[in-house]
C-alpha cells in the first residue's frame, strides 16, 4: 500500500518520480482498510525538504499510511512560506484530541541552545506528555531525541570540541530487537551534531535500552518501551547529498569546517558523494511501522494509557 499526503504537497513529485507509491486522498476512502495514522512534528527549518525524506521513508512499507505535517503554534517557521504552512501543517493544539499509531519528531539546529532557552520548550513538553495517552510509538530525531529523553529522564545533552559530521560506523547492540531485523552487524549512519549524549548519563533502572553505538560518534539509537519512545540522535533520514549541503553552506558563510568524514571519495569534497544508509534507513522505518501495525490496538480510541514519569 501507499503513503497518503495531500494531492499538491511538494514532496508528492519527488517520491512518484522516486518510485514510491503515493495514494490520492479519494482513493485512499475507497479502499475498506485501517490506515495508519503517523504525525510528523517537523521542527527543521527547511521543511519541504525535511517532509521529503520522512514521506520517502514511511510510504516504502506494504501497509497504508497516512501522514499528517504537525507544527508547534508557539513558533513561526522562517526558512519556509506562510502559504506552505497554512496549506499543509496543523498546529499542535488543534490535533491533540487525536490518536495517532505513530508519531515522529525531527531535529532542530538549536542543540548548543539549553533546552529551556528554547522558544517552543514548554510546549514541546506538551507534546511529549501528550504522546503518552494520545500515541502508540514516538520516533524522535536528532535534537528531537536529546529533547525527549531529557524530558522523560532528566539526561543532559553535552557540547562537543567539534561538530562531529560525517558517515560512521556503528554497532548492531541487539540483533534480536524488533527493530533491528534484518540490521547486518554494522552499519553506517550519517552525523551532524553539536552535542551528544553520553553512555554513563543514562539512569541505570529506567529500562533504556541502547540499540545502536557507534566508537566514533558515540550513543545512536535507544529504546525506551516504558514511555513507547525511540530516540534517534543521527540522521538515517538524510537524502544523498545532505551532508554536502551543509559542508558547502558552512564553507559560503566562512566557518571554519573540515568535509565530512568517511563521505566523500578520496575526501575530495569535489567528488559526487555514495550514499552507505539508505537500505539502514528503509530497514529502520520498515521495522518501526510493522511494529506499529502488530502492537497498535485495532480501535484508535484505545490506543495510549496514562504513564507515570519517573
Known sequence: ???????????RAT??????????????????????????????????????QIARLVGATPLQVELTLVKVGSHVAKNTSQDHMLAFYEEFADIRDRKFD???????????????????????????DWTQTNVHSTLNICWGAQAALHHFHGVPKHDLPEKAFGVFRHDNLNPSSPFLRGFSDDFSIPVSRHTEIRRADL???????????????????????????????????????????????????????????????????QNPPINHWRSSAHLLFGNWINELYQTVPYDRDDIGAKISRD
Open 15 to 52: 517520491l512518484e518520480s522516486e518510485g514510491v507509491m503515493v495514494m490520492s486522498e479519494a482513493t485512499a476512502a475507497r479502499q475498506d482498510i485501517r490506515p495508519l495514522h503517523i504525525g510528523l512534528l517537523n521542527l527543521m527549518p527547511k521543511k519541504i525538504i525535511t517532509e521529503t
Open 1 to 11: 500500500m501507499p503513503i497518503r499526503i495531500p494531492n499538491n504537497l511538494p514532496a
Open 203 to 269: 539512569p541505570k533502572d529506567h529500562g533504556l535500552e541502547v540499540l545502536m553505538e557507534s566508537e566514533e560518534a558515540g550513543l545512536c539509537f535507544i529504546n525506551d518501551p516504558k514511555h513507547r519512545q525511540l530516540y534517534m540522535f543521527n540522521h538515517l533520514e538524510y537524502d544523498s547529498h545532505s551532508l554536502a549541503e551543509e559542508y558547502w553552506r558552512d564553507i559560503k558563510a566562512g566557518k571554519k569546517i573540515d568535509p565530512p568524514a568517511n563521505y566523500f571519495p578520496d575526501d575530495n569534497p
Open 102 to 128: 505513530g508519531f515522529i519528531t525531527t531535529g532542530a539546529p538549536i542543540e548548543l541552545l539549553d533546552f529551556t532557552d528554547v522558544n517552543y520548550w514548554d510546549e514541546l513538553c506538551e507534546v511529549f
